[in-house]
């Protein structure tokens, strides 16, 4: 299966944990979203990276939240010190090259925030 | 600016049916329309897009329509089945000149289709 790939499916976290979301994209693939989605609503965007770098982090938090796709591995969206709020799916999407319109979508990972 | 308006919330049609949901934006950079599909607990599928040199697109039984100048787009399903039962999301991506190269979603429209 050459899809997107995210793992955990589920993840649960007390109050206070971090939180650790992983995404490998398609395979060719070089460009990565992160999207959250709340209960009933569409998803947001936040944040897109290339290898080893950050293009864009306009929608993330300003504090608790990072991301990263190392030359090697799998993209990472870090979440320090987890709310409630943080309660969402989190998907990743990818694309091949920076000037490709579709991006493809993972299952998502569930956070939910005790 | 960046907001891409959908419409119905929900919708309920017959198995048959055709099924339309709308989408309105105002940010003239986008150039790019998607519609994703989602079923519970799964990530959204890319169903069908359109670019704005066109002004309608069909893939099999899913349509989608496409107003320039209203700045309007919409998705059409002929014949829904019940399979199509699932929420759709309309969204739009900022063309290459534009500085957004992610996309921005409608809220969704959940569908059910009886049999």
């Known amino acids: 299966n050459a899809g997107v790939m995210q793992n955990p499916r589920h993840l649960v976290r007390r109050r206070g944990q971090e939180a650790r979301l992983r995404c490998s994209p398609m395979k060719g693939h070089s460009h990565v979203y992160w999207y959250r989605q709340l209960p009933e609503e569409g998803l947001k965007f936040m944040v897109y990276l290339q290898k080893e770098n950050i293009i864009d982090e306009s929608g993330m938090p300003k504090e608790r939240f990072s991301a990263e796709f190392p030359k090697e591995g799998p993209s990472i969206l870090r979440i320090q010190q987890v709310v409630r709020g943080d309660s969402a799916a989190y998907f990743c999407?990818?694309?091949?090259?920076?000037?490709?319109?579709?991006?493809?979508f993972g299952p998502g990972t569930r956070l939910t925030v005790t | 600016q960046q907001q891409v308006k959908q419409s119905p919330q929900s919708l309920i049609v017959q198995k048959g049916g055709i099924s339309i949901i709308n989408c309105a934006y105002e940010n003239t950079a986008f150039d790019y329309f998607p519609w994703y599909q989602q079923f519970p607990g799964k990530g959204p599928a890319l169903l069908i897009a359109i670019r704005p040199d066109v002004s309608e697109k069909k893939e099999g039984r899913f349509t989608i329509s496409f107003n320039k100048s209203a700045k309007q787009f919409s998705l059409h399903i002929m014949d829904s089945q019940p399979g199509d039962s699932a929420t759709y999301f309309c969204a739009a991506r900022e063309g290459q000149s534009g500085s957004a190269r992610q996309l921005t979603f409608g809220s969704g429209t959940q569908l059910t289709v009886l049999p």
């Open positions: 999407a990818s694309s091949p090259y920076a000037g490709s319109y579709e991006q493809y």
